[in-house]
């Protein structure tokens, strides 16, 4: 008859060496997934940062335009504060990025090329298709125009009844996204 404290330490040995086989497969895993995204060959107008399962060995993915267009383009005509009357976006959404990327945190961080930035929970994702822009009614957004790229929440009605942390979401001149655990 075996002793409950040696079974005990048997099945916790057992799973230690589990896990332990599992932590030395990871980095083969990665480098199976990695390369999925294709590099950027034209100006990189997007970076993605932080906790995502794609990217270098800083974790970290770029995209161009090209690279952008390949994930899948969505289009949404909305009102927007900024706007007058209904414009029409062209982009990609941003559940698909995060998704191509491997994101597997609870927030990000959108950064735009004057330094402002904004916090942008998961979850908002579950009540609304945000989209990152890259055309305005079917033309490139210069930086003037608030280009390259614009996060953009679709809105119905009056864009000034928009709740303001939404507004405040809707990062334009967009150059980067961190993931945050």
């Known amino acids: 008859m075996r002793h409950p404290d040696i079974i005990r330490k048997r099945s916790f040995i057992s799973k230690l060496k589990g896990l332990l086989a599992l932590l030395l497969l990871m980095p083969f ?11 950027p060959s034209g100006k990189v107008i ?9 990217g270098d060995a800083n974790s970290t993915v ?4 090209a690279g952008l267009e390949a ?11 900024w706007l007058s009357g209904k414009t029409r976006f062209t982009g ?3 559940a698909a990025l995060l998704k191509a990327v491997g994101a597997y945190g609870k927030t990000v961080r959108a950064k735009a090329l004057n330094d402002y930035r904004s916090d942008i929970p998961l979850s ?10 890259y055309r305005l009614n079917g033309e490139a957004m210069a930086i003037r125009d608030k280009g390259p790229l614009w996060i953009i929440y679709p809105m119905d009605g009056d864009p000034t009844d928009a709740p303001l942390e939404v507004r405040s979401r809707m ?11």
Not at 62 to 65: E, V
Not at 124 to 133: H, K, N, R, S, T
Not at 171 to 181: C, R, S, T
Request: proline letters at 5%; one cysteine or more.
């Open 29 to 39: 895993c990665a480098q199976a997934t990695a390369g999925t995204l294709q590099p």
């Open 46 to 54: 997007l970076t993605v940062s932080g906790a995502v399962a794609e």
């Open 62 to 65: 770029r995209f161009d335009l």
């Open 71 to 81: 994930l899948g383009i969505e289009k949404v005509e909305t009102t927007n504060p």
């Open 92 to 94: 990609v959404s941003l």
């Open 124 to 133: 908002d994702l579950d009540e609304y298709p945000v989209l990152i822009a």
């Open 171 to 181: 990062v334009w001149q967009l150059n980067a996204l961190e993931i945050l655990e």
